[in-house]
């Protein structure tokens, strides 16, 4: 039997680099960065997450098409979890402490969609529940013992209620959404808005001195400010820090959907078949089937989450009031 310790996870392999072109200097809040190098302005800095998932699709499409395809990155912890008969009594030993976006009923619809199309070329990926589906804001630690996990969270404590309230006075919208994937997982990941109209349900009014919705005020704003308003209380220890604001949909357990080259051609195509779909059906359009943006913070406003958090589980610390 291995140590839960020991076993190599599938996202360990994965480089999880910004592809945008920003350059981060150490020390400083890795969100200032691009933000600073795009002048604020919401139209660049929606263009360099474009750039990044753009980038990054092209990348793993080359990975998954090349001739020297070797095989998916299976995630061990989770084959464990979900097949018990690999190791009896296995317990995922991986504690993290995070700040968690949590998609409104319409973007869960969507993302249940999506999961239903990629199902069909790969009928044994292990899906998200949408009950736990979640879009990483910050992490603030991850793969600790319970005892350090609960320690941070005592040092957080009094800055949590602030930092999970923090959507309903800075209100960022996310646009754009489309199938982002690498060996390991898949995702539907979005961009920060910049002046599309309106399409999700309108939310409550901010009160009195709230900063509103404007597009001017970006995830990555968002970001920025909670790393901030964290970093107070706790030193940041997130495993990467990139222009992405992904949903993970999925993730691969067995190399039997991609054996062959044609498995993994026709896996390709789907998910480009159903990125046309989203850009033509779904982007900006108003009384479809589906919406396609959401507003950080509607019906929920950010969720401090602490426990074993891989696959969407752990315990709500507090989360704060949606709109």
Same mark, same amino acid.
Not at 171 to 177: E, G, Q
Not at 269 to 276: A, G, L, S
């Given at each position: 039997m291995v140590p839960a310790s020991d076993l190599p996870l599938a996202d360990a392999s994965n480089k999880f680099e910004d592809l945008s072109g920003v350059e981060i200097k150490p020390g400083d809040n890795p969100y200032d960065a691009l933000i600073n190098a795009c002048h604020g302005s919401p139209a660049k800095i929606q263009s360099l997450y474009a750039t990044h998932r753009t980038t990054r699709n092209a990348q793993q499409r080359g990975k998954f098409l090349s001739p020297d395809f070797k095989e998916l990155n299976i995630d061990p912890v989770l084959l464990r979890l979900e097949d018990p008969e690999i190791e009896p009594g296995f317990q995922d030993p991986r504690h993290c402490l995070v700040f968690w976006a949590r998609p409104p009923n319409h973007v869960v619809e969507l993302a249940c969609? $999506?999961?239903? *199309? $990629?199902r069909e070329a790969a009928p044994n990926l292990w899906l998200m529940p949408p009950h736990r589906m979640h879009l990483t804001t910050l992490e603030i630690a991850h793969s600790r013992t319970a005892p350090e996990i609960a320690s941070l969270v005592s040092s957080m404590q009094p800055a949590i209620p602030a930092l999970t309230g923090l959507t309903f006075a800075r *209100?960022? #919208? $996310?646009? &754009?959404?489309v199938i982002s994937y690498d060996l390991a997982a898949v995702a539907v990941s979005f961009l920060p808005a910049s002046g599309e109209e309106v399409v999700s349900p309108p939310p409550v009014p901010p009160s009195p001195g709230n900063t509103g919705s404007s597009d001017d005020y970006t995830y990555h704003h968002l970001r920025r400010d909670v790393f901030n308003m964290a970093s107070e209380t706790a030193a940041i220890g997130s495993r990467y820090v990139v222009p992405s604001a992904h949903i993970t949909l999925g993730r691969y357990l067995t190399q039997k959907d991609h054996e062959t080259p044609e498995m993994r051609e #026709? /896996? =390709? *195509?789907? =998910? +480009?078949? =159903?990125? &046309? /779909? $989203? +850009?033509? +059906?779904?982007w900006e359009v108003k009384d479809g089937e589906f919406v396609g943006e959401w507003i950080v913070g509607q019906e929920r406003g950010l969720e401090a989450r602490c426990g074993t958090l891989w696959y969407g589980g752990g315990r709500t610390i507090m989360a704060g009031e949606g709109f």
């Open positions: 969609h $999506l999961q239903t *199309r $990629l *209100r960022s #919208r $996310l646009v &754009k959404p #026709r /896996w =390709i *195509r789907t =998910i +480009e078949d =159903i990125n &046309k /779909w $989203l +850009e033509h +059906e779904v």
